[in-house]
């Protein structure tokens, strides 16, 4: 940086020269000046490019709790696989991934108290279930089971909850990006996606189409808003979404070479959205022993581009979960690139480990299936708050877990 200084610096003394003498003078004077410090041997700063593409981000895990099992309003509280949170009402919601088998698609809004009765150290105090809000289609009706297999959700600033859906190709249902009213869980409007992330469906004319768009549990996992100056519903807004792991025409089959997914970014306004770029995310080589390996949530940090990734690895060792700082500037737009069978030609997004959650002395006697997360109210040091949140997938043998970790940049 302090080298950057210095060459600008001389370039505009430079244009300067056959002005006066005394920028000639003041010129020679710097020059002598970089000749004196090498030959003295004080060195300017050195700065790697990884620090200068990196925000110098801390994390530290604080605490953990389990939601016991239990029903709401008659709806099993599980599968919560989304977190987002709500700073004017001060309460969380949560997503859970049922497709409408055991109670129709849904988001369950949470009380959780943070006890900072020792500020420098808080904990988790209790968590409710306050509330339930079924999601409806535009004329208002349930959706049909396997409609809906909904996995990321973020609020928006008008009020609103975007909700992503994975489809069911079972049923023929597709992925979606839907945006439903925050009170009565109304569909308000269903995004267009392009059609590289549609799944082909047989035809008569091609009862054997070429493998094309999200695989199955593989789709739109993670979702996430860039950060907005107010709460007000006439703002544009930027709405991230990717994929958990490779479309099909993008797999790898060689389980040697990493995957790449699809990571989107959209431009949300009062009237109308636009699709504004596409990035490759190359996700973490899976490791032995490997059933599920994927992306599973994404949150924005700041405007330049950076988030965080929350990757979830099930394997013979059970959960392996891992969380990146991400650099999107300079990555190289894919929205015409039909397939990646390799990055060898472009720029992915850049990826740095921020915490490898098996390193943790963890309170609890294993990490389950983590795949919500988001930035809550802020702790007691000015430093934010970070939410996870597991989804027990409705299994006697897993647990509901909610983890809170200090973020901050230092």
């Known amino acids: 940086m302090v080298k950057g200084l210095w060459q600008a610096r001389l370039t505009r003394l430079r244009y300067g020269w056959q002005r006066s003498r005394r920028g000639r003078s003041l010129l020679l004077g710097l020059v002598a000046g970089c000749i004196l ?14 620090e200068r593409l990196f925000l110098p981000l801390q994390i530290e895990l604080l605490d953990v709790a389990t939601l016991p099992p239990q029903t709401f309003a008659d709806t099993p509280v599980g599968g919560l696989s989304a977190l987002t949170y709500d700073r004017q009402q001060d309460v969380f919601y949560a997503l859970s991934d049922d497709r409408g088998r055991l109670a129709p698609p849904r988001f369950y809004t949470l009380k959780i108290a943070t006890d900072v009765s020792a500020p420098e150290a808080p904990t988790i105090g209790s968590i409710e279930v306050q509330a339930v809000t079924t999601l409806k289609d535009q004329a208002g009706n349930d959706y049909p089971s396997d409609r809906l297999d909904p996995e990321g959700m973020v609020l928006s ?34 995004f267009r996606l392009p059609a590289r992330f549609l799944p082909a469906v047989a035809t008569e004319a091609d009862p054997e189409p070429e493998a094309r768009g999200i695989r199955e549990n593989l789709g739109f996992e993670a979702l996430t808003l860039g950060p907005t100056s ?23 089959p ?13 431009l949300i306004g009062p009237d109308q959205s636009t699709f504004i770029s596409e990035y490759a995310y190359p996700l973490s080589l899976e490791p032995l022993g490997t059933v599920v390996n994927g992306l599973t949530e994404l949150v924005a940090i700041d405007q330049g581009g950076h988030f965080l990734a929350l990757e979830r690895v099930l394997g013979i060792r059970g959960f392996i979960v891992k969380l990146f700082q991400l650099a999107t500037g300079g990555a190289t737009d894919i929205s015409t690139v039909p397939a990646l069978p390799t990055l060898d030609n472009l720029n ?63």
Not at 230 to 252: H, I, N, V
Request: aromatic fraction near 8%.
């Open 37 to 50: 410090l090498t030959l003295t041997g004080c060195d300017l700063p050195q700065v790697s490019a990884e």
């Open 348 to 410: 992915p997004i850049q990826k740095q480990l921020l915490l490898d959650f098996t390193t943790l002395d963890l309170p609890v006697d294993a990490i389950d299936n983590l795949e919500g997360m988001t930035l809550g109210p802020p702790l007691p040091d000015g430093s934010a708050s970070l939410w996870l949140i597991s989804d027990n997938n409705f299994s006697q043998d897993q647990t509901t877990q909610v983890w809170l970790f200090r973020l901050a940049i230092g």
């Open 157 to 190: 600033p008008r009020q609103t909850v975007f909700i992503s859906s994975e489809g069911v190709p079972a049923t023929q249902a597709p992925p979606a990006l839907n945006e439903y009213d925050l009170a009565t869980g109304r569909l308000q409007t269903e």
């Open 230 to 252: 107010s709460a007000g519903a006439f703002e544009p807004f930027r709405l991230f979404m990717a994929t958990e792991s490779a479309l099909a025409q993008d797999f790898d």
């Open 254 to 266: 060689d389980p040697a070479n990493p995957l790449a997914n699809r990571f989107v970014h959209y």
